[in-house]
Antibody, heavy 121, light 109 residues
Framework: EVQLVESGGGVVQPGGSLRLSCAAS????????MHWVRQAPGKGLEWVAL????????KYADFVKGRFTISRDRITDSLFLHINNLRAEDTALYFC??????????????WGQGTLVTVSA | QSAVTQPASVSGSLGQSITISCTGT?????????VSWYQHHPGKAPKLLIS???NRPSGVSSRFSGSKSGRTASLTISGLQPEDEADYYC??????????FGTGTKVTV
């Protein structure tokens, strides 16, 4: 059974940085691309980023503007999202999701339950 | 990124059928057959219902079906059940090699 467990969220001051993690199990981690998707309070889902199974290719939403970095570790089967210069509008529940393909079918076939990031002074 | 629009809410009675629309542009929904649909009960992990416009993964009820015409994709839920009350999102691959989600639809049974 695929399991995705996010961690690393919390309350951060504006301008601060954070690293979110997603521990994956139940599938061959390196064989699938992975996504980060976020949901601001009371809002809909918003795609953030994708990384290919081998970690060589990444794609980002336009709003990221260089502040976010997606990465993965095939030894620990973990996905990461580094966020710099946090803004109030980054306050959201951040989900990691498994793609159905290795280079990105852009289909999120399994999801975690999310980790909450709150940006507040 | 372009906006993919869905109705904010749709309601139906037990056993009825409802359809949720997902309208995009010629750079996403209108060009690619890479439209997916997700069900999200708040507080839980979202669940994939449909991929590639109309493909239903194993384990997903046959009451859920997808289609597309032009720039608009649709999700139909037949035989509405209480557990279908949730938020529903479409998504589409885009010409920028990104993913865009629809604005979301709250379904009330």
């Amino acid at each position: 059974e695929v399991q995705l467990v996010e961690s690393g969220g919390g309350v951060v001051q504006p301008g601060g940085s954070l690293r979110l993690s997603c521990a994956a199990s139940g599938f061959t981690f390196g064989a699938f691309a992975m996504h980060w998707v976020r949901q601001a309070p009371g809002k809909g889902l918003e795609w953030v980023a994708l990384i290919s199974g081998d970690g060589e290719d990444t794609k980002y939403a336009d709003f990221v503007k260089g502040r976010f970095t997606i990465s993965r570790d095939r030894i620990t089967d973990s996905l990461f999202l580094h966020i710099n210069n946090l803004r109030a509008e980054d306050t959201a529940l951040y989900f990691c999701a498994k793609d159905s393909g290795d280079y990105g079918d852009y289909v999120c076939d399994s999801w975690g339950q999310g980790t909450l990031v709150t940006v507040s002074a | 990124q372009s906006a993919v629009t869905q109705p904010a809410s749709v309601s139906g009675s037990l056993g009825q059928s409802i359809t949720i629309s997902c309208t995009g542009t010629s750079s996403d929904v209108g060009y690619y057959n890479y439209v997916s649909w997700y069900q999200h009960h708040p507080g839980k992990a979202p669940k994939l219902l449909i991929s590639d416009v109309s493909n239903r993964p194993s384990g997903v009820s046959s009451r859920f079906s997808g289609s597309k015409s032009g720039r608009t994709a649709s999700l139909t839920i037949s035989g509405l059940q209480p557990e279908d009350e949730a938020d529903y999102y479409c998504s589409s691959y885009t010409s920028s090699s990104t993913l865009v989600f629809g604005t979301g639809t709250k379904v009330t049974v």
